[in-house]
Each structure stands twice: as C-alpha cells, then as structure tokens.
C-alpha cells in the first residue's frame, strides 16, 4: 500500500491481444509476493491458458461477483471485497473492461481508480487500440470500431507503463500454434485483424505512444532540474523561418533531415522583431506554415529583442539537436558595414545545438543595411566611444588645414560630427560631442586660440548656434528613433495578433495549444489558467496549463494577466514589460472566450437530448392515444364482464374473456416495453453487454416472442455459422421485430423466411417476405418512429418496431437495412460483426499453449 495515501498504477501495455501481458503481470505478481508484499488477484481472465492458470497458483484470489442480467449469469470483479481485504497490491485485468449492468460503476478503471484512492497499489493489463485518442485511428487501420476504450488521462497518469513487445511474425506464430484463438478460429484470424500490415501498425502506435509518453518525462525532469542542455534523446530539427523566398528550401531541407531518424521532429519558427529577420512577407509565411503541417510538422512564433538569443532559446526549450538558418541575404558590402549577421551570431552561441547553414538562391541579393531606430545597450556604447576618438582625431585634421579653413567650415564639420554620432548612439553621445565640439572650437579655431577666450561677439553666437542646432538634431535623431522601435514593437504584436486571429479562424480551440503559443511567444516556462472557486476568494482551481507549471495562486507567478473577475492567466519564466502585458490581454481574452464557448456548448449538448425527448414526447402523445386505449379497453371489458354477476357464463365463454383479457395485457406490455426501449436509445443509456453469441441461440427466443404467429415463420439458419459479437437479449428483440412487420405483410399462404450466412468479418441475418414491399424514396422514413407504411392505419402499432429494431442493431455496432426480395417482397438485411474479429472479446472453449511457449 502506497505510503502517501494513494496507490500505484503499473499498466501492462501491448500492441494486440495475445502478446503476453496477464502472464507478464502474474510474474511480477509472484516476484511481489517472494518479497513478502501482500498481493492478491482481483480479477484476471486467463481464457482457458494452462500455462496463464498455473502462474495463479499460490497467490490469494479475491471471488468474484456474480451478476445476473437479461436471464444470463457474469462474473465481475468484487470491488467492495478488496476494498475490504485491504492488500498493498491488487492484480485487475483489462483496464477497458465494460461491466456488466447493475455494478457501482460503468468502467473497469473506474473501479481502479477507486482502489488507488483506497491507497491500494494496482497492476493492470491494456491494449493498444482501447485508448481513446487513437481508437478512431485503429478503426481506420483495422476496419473493426473498438466498443471498451479508456481516457488518455487515466493512462498517462499511471505511475509505470511497460511495453509488453512482440513481433508480428512472432504473435502471428503464437496463433498458429493455437496460443490465443481455438484452432477452428485460427484462420479466420489471420486472415482479419491478425494480418501483417495491422499488426505492425498496432506496434508501431503503441511504440510512439509510449515514446511521447517517456519524452514528456523527460521534458519535465529536465525542467525540474534546470537543465539547459541538449539530450539527444531523439532528433529534433528547428528550422528558422523568415517569410522571405528561401522558405521553402529550408523546411524541405529540414523535413529531410528529420526523416532520416525514426520518430524525429520537425519544428518551424518564426521571430516576429524589427531588428531580427526582416523581409517577413504574411502570405509566403502561411504558405510556409501549411507547407510544415503539411508534412508533419509544427509551426511557431516567438517575439524576442535579439534573434540569435530568442532561436537558441526556443531550441533550448524544445531541446532541440539541429537548428537550421537560410543563408544570409545580404551583399558582401551590407555585410561588411552590417557586422556580423544571425547565422554567425548563432553559431558562435549554439553551444552543443548544431547549426546548419543551408545555401538558397536568394543569397547575396540583399539591400545595403539599413539603420536602425531601436536604441540598444551596445549602439549608445558605441555612440559614446565614436564620440571620443571622432572629435581629436577631427580637430587633428582641421589643425593641419592651418588658414585655408575659416571658423564656418570648422564648424560645419563638428556639427556633422554631431550629427553623425546622433545617428549611431542617440541623444547622449550627440550632446557629449556638442558639448566637446564646442570647447574644441573656442580653444582651437576660435581667435584667440589656445585660450577660451572669445574676441568677437559672432563666434560667440556661431558657438551658440552651433550647440543649440547639435541639440537638436540629436533629439529628432532620438525621437526618430525610438518612434521606429515603438512601430516595430507593434508591428510585431500584430503579427503575433495576427497568428492568434488565424488559429481562430482554423478552429484551433484548445487551451493548451494557446496556452502553448503564449508560452513560446513570450519565453516563458509555463502558462496557466487559474479559475477562482466559489468556495472563497483565495481558492484556484487549474482550468489548463502548458509547459512546467508550479503555482496553484496567481501570488506565486511571475506574471498575472486578468482574464476577468474569476479567470486569471499566469505565467512562470520571468516578468512581463508594460506593451508585452498588453499583448498577453489579447491571449487572455481569447482563452475566456473559449472557455466560455466550450461551457456553452456543454450546455447546448445537453439541452439537446431535452428538445429531443420535448419532441419525442409530443409524437408519443400523438401516436399512442388509440394503442393504449384500444388494449386497456378490451382488458377491462373482459374483466368487468367476469365480475359481473347479471350474466352466467358458461365456460368456454369464461375462457374466451380471459384470453382477450391476456392478449390485450401482453400486447400493452410489448407497446411499453417498446416505448421504454426506445427512449433509452434516444437518450444514450441504453445499457448493452455483448458477447460472442451463436444465432441457433437466439431464434428460438425469437419464435416464442412471436407466439401463435410463429407457425407462418419459415426459418433456414445454418448450424455452422461463425459467433456474432451481440447482446443476446437484444438481437433477439431486433429480429423479431422485422419478423413481426414482416407477417403482417405477407400474402396469405407465403411465409417469411428467416436465413443467415457468413460474408467476411460479418454474418447477416435476413428477414424476407412477399408482401408489397417499400419504395426506394420511402425505406429510410419507415425507420422513423411512429411512421406506418402509408400513414393510415392504426390498428397494427405505432410505428416502434422498425425503429427499434435497427437502434438495437446499431447500439451493438450492427446495421439493418432495406432490399428488394427477387421477385416481390421486401428482405430486412441485419448485418453483426463476426466475434473472431472482435480481438477484445475471447472466444469461448480456446485451446492454447503456453505463453513461453509462444515465444519459442
């Protein structure tokens, strides 16, 4: 039992039935118990596996539960007496198990979960194809829909997942020696679900599962730990996007770079900054964006101050091995005035990122840099140091110019000097330089020289000006400057507005996906969404988070962004700027409104169901007057007539009253039973528990349904027929519905037929009759509820049977549908799944070997 309080999940994972995983939990159940840990056994299906059932012996097995349901006896796992027993480990088969109707839960996990809570430490079995996000995937793969799945949720949240491994090659040999189906299933097997091509599939889904799985481990280990570092656990390739032409090469590039390890990653990113990669052009970045999805890559925007510093830092966090860059568009002479570009820059930081620099043909074709407005740490450094070293070395080359020059030309050129300087480092540097310039010129050029003495009251007003005009200059230049900063900074927060307009626009509504793109926009480690409970103003709740999150308050973040009076968004990493906060409101907002649209549309889902019954209810009211009337009436007639005492009536007629009475009474029941059937399947909580089912079973329930009607049945199912994977009860109900509306059509003298054959991975059971038949543009409106053939007749039912018969068939992933019998008539086709293609479900009476065995 887990010390903490909470038990311990240890799944068993496996790509298909058959690849050893009950055998695999038993072994650890006994090294367990050799250790002297309590371990008891829940629930494990073993299916008949003489090796599997010697692995239990020795180990304390808790009974199961017997339930009975629909005139058929199951066990389940007893979970109050293992709540009861209290053992530090308890061992539950087959995680996506569907229990059987009646139990406290609906699920098998469900009732894990309860054990973990119980501080009961629990080993479990699942496969593959029954976890939830990927179950439409195995349908696709496989062609059989998967009816037991499990959370995602749940899984990931286990403690240890182990990958229990075979080869396709391997398992399909395990079959054939009779080690999972009994050998008349074997070929039939093989031949569907067990082929080669679904097998490796299987595999492959279950092996990169469970690789995200671990990667996400690692992820969060190493930001627990600070690490920085790149692990080349797996190659990641980031390739650095600038929206010019060079695009395209550059992803194809990476794409093909990725594709030469398995299970590598492609991630394209884009710094939106005016002083980073210039040229961004909104439509050739869209195309490059749908160019990365399109070949199985992700797409990302960063904003960032210095390009290099914001890519490595991106590359970082993903912990990426390869970062590819264009190379540089500019001329020979733009980089020899530009100094050194991004790709050198980033080379020189990498650090243990390679660098990839990938020639393109638009290289060298760029424009002469232009200067820029934004005021860096480095440029006023620079402005300062030009300052120094421009004014001697000036009045060094004026001095020797001796008397060719006059005062107007000297100062000419210090105010160029200014303005110069006010160009490269600002304001500050360019009055530094006035300042300098002026002193300069009153001891060097000014008569008399060597002195700071000023003879003439114009070269006092000349240096008067000339200060006054570098002021000037010096603060247009500065204002010039940080006007461009303030309209590249904007310029960047549209774009990245813009990105988030179009995720909108494409539907992306999941939380952590924007949690995720405010997380990597703004460098941050973590993004959170923090609702407050009602239960007072210092309680949060966590709606969704992305990165590694450590803050259950907004007082323990970096920064907090109100997203309204209950919803905050916070943020871990480092704090937020002023215009940066406001670009984050624009995220924040966003988020409300999805959970906003999210809750509503929890809403309208369940209104939904309401407006159904609303509906449903009102055509009942419609149909059903007469039918309930008409059998209550002659019910009570026979029996008032009974009691009364004005009459003696003989015995046959005592009789006759009777059985008017008794079928009035049986066919009110079958309309109610119909009734309650019917909204069960409108509103989803129709409860069905299938199992390999033979149909000699089910026809003689049909015909004692029937009754005295069951002699005009002609029936013709073959002996030999495969299992259908269907809940007997109501596969029983399916055909004689059919059969009933058929005998109610039928000619005099022209018996239905009842037949059934196998065809592929299904076997269909058809109901043929030789009355008038339907029209093609009516067959889908007789499944209608309440539609008669005709509409004119109520005397016969309300119009359920047909309707229920095919809701049954499909809430047990069967179909019914309409076909013209040859020669006149209509044929009801019901198609059900054949059980050997059901690899969830065991087939009864299998003869296998063991699992080591099966290695062999």
Known sequence: MSKGGRGELRIYLGAAPGVGKTY?????????????????????????????????????????????????????????AILARRPEVALIDELAHTNVPGGRNEKRWQDVEELLAAGVDVISTLNIQHLESINDVVEKITG?????????????AADQIELVDMTPEALRRRMAHGNVYAADKVDAALGNYFRVGNLSALRELALLWLADRVDAGLQQYRAQHAIDSTWDTRERVVVALTGGPEGETLIRRAARITARSSGGDLLAVHVARSDGLTGANPKRLADQRNLVEKIGGTYHQVVGDDVPAALLSFARAENAT??????????????????????????????????????????GRGRLPRLRGSLSRRRKIEGFVLALVLQPLLALVLGLGGDTLNLTSNVLAFLLAVVVV???GGMLPAMLTAVGGSLILNYFFTPPTRTFTIAEVNNALALVIFV???????????????????????????????????????????????????????????????????????????????????????EDADAVIPARDDLVLVLQGHQLEADERRLVGAFAAHAAALIDRARLSEAAAEAKPLAEADKLRTALLRAVGHDLRSPLASAKASVTSLRGHDVAWTDSERAELLETADESLDRLSRLVDDLLDLSRLQAGVLPVFTRPTALDEIVPGVLSALGGDADQV?????????????????????????????????????????????LGDTVEIRVVDRGPG??????DRVFAPFQRLGDTDNTVGVGLGLALARGLAEAMHGTVQPEDTPGGGLTMVVAMPSAVTRPDVPVPGARERSEQEGHA
């Open 422 to 424: 006010a160009l490269v």
């Open 144 to 156: 059989v829909p998967q009816q037991e799945t499990v959370p995602d949720r749940v899984v990931r």
């Open 322 to 363: 390869q970062l590819v860059l264009g190379g540089s568009r500019r001329s020979r002479l733009g980089s020899l005035l530009g100094g050194p570009g991004i790709g050198a820059t980033t080379i020189r930081d990498s650090g243990d990122i390679d660098v990839l620099i990938v020639t393109h043909g638009q290289m």
């Open 24 to 80: 695999k939990m038993l072994g650890e159940a006994r090294r367990r118990r050799a250790r002297g840990t309590d371990v008891v056994v829940g629930f494990v299906e073993t299916h008949g596996r003489k090796y599997t059932e010697q692995m239990l012996d020795g180990l304390e097995t808790v009974p199961r539960r017997i339930v009975d349901y629909r005139g058929a006896s199951f066990t389940e796992l007893d979970l109050d």
């Open 774 to 779: 339907i029209p093609r543009a009516e067959r």
């Open 468 to 554: 006054l005009v570098a002021a000037m200059v010096s603060s247009v230049v500065d204002r010039a400057a940080r006007r461009t900063r303030e309209a590249a900074r904007a310029a960047a927060e549209s774009e990245t507005l813009a990105t988030l307009a179009g995720s909108v626009l494409r539907g992306e509504t999941a939380l952590p996906a924007l949690l995720d793109r405010v997380r990597e926009a703004f460098g941050m480690t973590g993004a959170c969404l923090l609702e407050r409970l009602d239960d007072g103003p210092d309680e949060w709740r966590e709606v969704a988070s992305a990165g590694t999150v450590t803050c259950s308050r907004p």
């Open 714 to 758: 002609s029936v013709d199912v073959p002996d030999t027929l495969p299992l259908v994977e269907a809940d007997p009860a109501l596969l029983e109900r399916v055909v004689a519905n059919l059969l009933a509306n058929a005998i109610r059509y039928s000619p005099p003298g022209q018996a239905p037929l009842v037949t059934a054959s196998a």
